[in-house]
């Protein structure tokens, strides 16, 4: 049985896991340039290998309240999916990111709650110590208006 690696992070005190092969690094919790206007989660814009890369706040997106800084506090820098062939750069600010764990397609069971706010949050899996672990659906992390404020270009 094939596993995948994730990475885990926690949402308020909720465990939460993103599949790695979305992840292009972890980095330190950095000065974000807040952009007025935007609509809730979207935290602002970093400076990343001399790139502006967008950046969101997870906790933000799913309960209003905004992640805290604390030691395990990163951005998660992604390959976010435009479409079936491009990607971009996206940062989210997640909470005590500091473990992975392998799992399998099959260890996931669809959840009973589906919150109409938050469809980001996918599959359920028990780990090890008998705790749930919700997956994290990237293609469903950002809506169509929200990627095309944050991924507008002159090419578009």
């Known amino acids: 049985m094939e ?7 926690k949402i308020d005190i909720e465990r939460y896991a993103l599949d790695y092969k979305w992840v292009d690094r972890v980095i330190s919790l950095q000065s974000i340039k807040e952009i007025p206007g935007t609509v809730r989660g979207i935290s602002g814009v970093i400076d990343y290998q001399n790139q502006k890369v967008p ?8 309960t209003g309240n905004s992640a805290r800084t ?6 998660i820098i992604i390959n ?15 909470e005590s ?12 069971t669809e959840s009973p ?30 809506n169509k208006d929200v990627v095309k404020s944050l991924f507008s270009t002159s090419t578009d």
Do not use: C, W
Not at 70 to 75: A, E, G, L, P, Q
Not at 115 to 135: C, M, Y
């Open 80 to 94: 976010y999916p435009i479409d079936k062939e491009n990607y971009k750069l996206l940062g989210i600010v997640a």
């Open 55 to 62: 950046v969101i706040d997870i906790k933000k997106m799913a």
């Open 97 to 108: 990111v500091n473990k992975t764990i392998h799992l399998s397609e099959s260890d996931f």
């Open 70 to 75: 604390s030691v395990t506090t990163r951005i």
């Open 113 to 142: 709650v589906n919150p109409e706010n938050a469809q980001f949050l996918g599959d359920l899996v028990t780990d090890k110590n008998k705790s749930i672990l919700q997956r994290i659906t990237i293609n469903k992390l950002l």
């Open 3 to 9: 596993t995948r690696l994730y990475l885990l992070f």
